[in-house]
């Protein structure tokens, strides 16, 4: 069945790339909504925001939607990748400017103000987008596949010259709450160079290492209290590529390869694979596959070692 948060659930903070404070609330919606946000700073034009993958802008090293009016909310990867792992599909999401706040810098705090309140089932059957053929986009080094699976898993790589980093592979099957058990405190992370590039040019305003990010600078890592895991990196890499998946406005049953992937490749995948309609079809969810998909069995059990939410 189709799914909903029980009830509304806040979170406030700065901006990872603007630094302007923000605040998110998540309310239910009924069946066959699909995910929107709203801006309640907008009065002046249309300010709903649909949670889609045609609604994606090219944006630098986050996610950005933009509705017909040129309303734009950014940086909604962490939320997607928690609602998506929470298993929640219809939400209205209000927030009171233009970027998501960054929090911690994972989607853990997300995910536990979401099971903190509940997941409540509607009365209308649950959709998945089944693929049936496999679909691959290339950008230089970087791969992003889809290709045929019984349920959701995401294999993921890659390869940095710091030493810090350097290559890190996983692969993991989405089903029985993994998102929230192994990926969903993973911090996003950035190399030392990089944020004095970004900053130079107006971004990363509200990065704070240590507090919503992993700085890395050729073998150290700028973090108080070190890594939240060893492979921290390339876990929070699966869970972007969950939260730009969630776009399609749909769980997908399907294997997701990403090699040096970002947003940008995941979201041109997306476009791949609506773009051929024998490569993928939308099928009714029955008790087997809808116990296969990433929310399936979470309980207020799975709370623990999870930030609260505000």
């Known amino acids: 069945m189709q799914t909903t948060i029980r009830q509304a659930v806040s979170f406030s903070g700065a901006g990872l790339h603007s630094g302007a404070p923000a605040r998110v609330t998540i309310r239910p919606a009924t069946a066959e ?3 929107w946000f709203l801006r309640t700073d907008i009065t002046d034009r249309d300010a709903l925001v649909p949670a889609r993958w045609d609604a994606v802008e090219a944006a630098p090293l986050c996610t950005r939607l933009l509705n017909g009016a040129g309303v734009s909310v950014s940086t909604v990867e962490h939320l997607m990748a928690a609602l998506a792992g929470c298993g929640i599909y219809n939400a209205l999401i209000e927030i009171d400017g233009p970027e998501v706040p960054i929090l911690d810098g ?3 705090p997300f995910v536990a103000g979401i099971l903190a309140r509940g997941v409540r089932r509607l009365r209308a059957p649950l959709r998945a987008i089944r693929v049936l053929e496999t679909v691959e986009v290339r950008s230089g080094d970087a791969l992003a596949r889809l290709e045929p699976a019984d349920a959701l898993e995401l294999d993921f790589s890659i390869d940095f010259a710091d030493a810090a980093i350097g290559h890190q592979q996983r692969r993991l099957h989405m089903a029985n709450g993994a998102f929230v058990q192994e990926l969903c405190d993973a911090r996003t992370f ?5 944020v004095d590039a970004m900053q130079a040019n107006g971004l990363a305003l509200g990065g704070k290492p240590g507090e919503n990010a992993v700085v890395f600078d050729g073998d150290a890592v700028l973090c108080p209290g070190g890594l939240r895991h060893s492979d921290e990196p390339v876990r929070h890499k699966m869970l ?15 294997r997701y390869t990403g090699i040096r992937a970002g947003h940008a490749i995941t979201n041109r995948l997306l476009r791949a694979l609506f773009a051929r309609p024998d490569a993928y079809r ?10 296969r998909l990433p929310g399936a069995g979470l309980s207020r059990t799975d709370l623990a070692g999870l930030p609260r939410a505000a």
């Open 33 to 35: 909504s699909g995910i």
């Open 106 to 108: 994972s989607s853990a």
């Open 190 to 194: 950035c190399r030392k160079a990089d």
């Open 240 to 254: 972007d590529a969950l939260g730009d998946l969630a776009l399609a406005s749909a769980p997908i049953l399907g």
């Open 282 to 291: 939308l099928v009714r969810c029955d008790a087997a596959t809808a116990a």
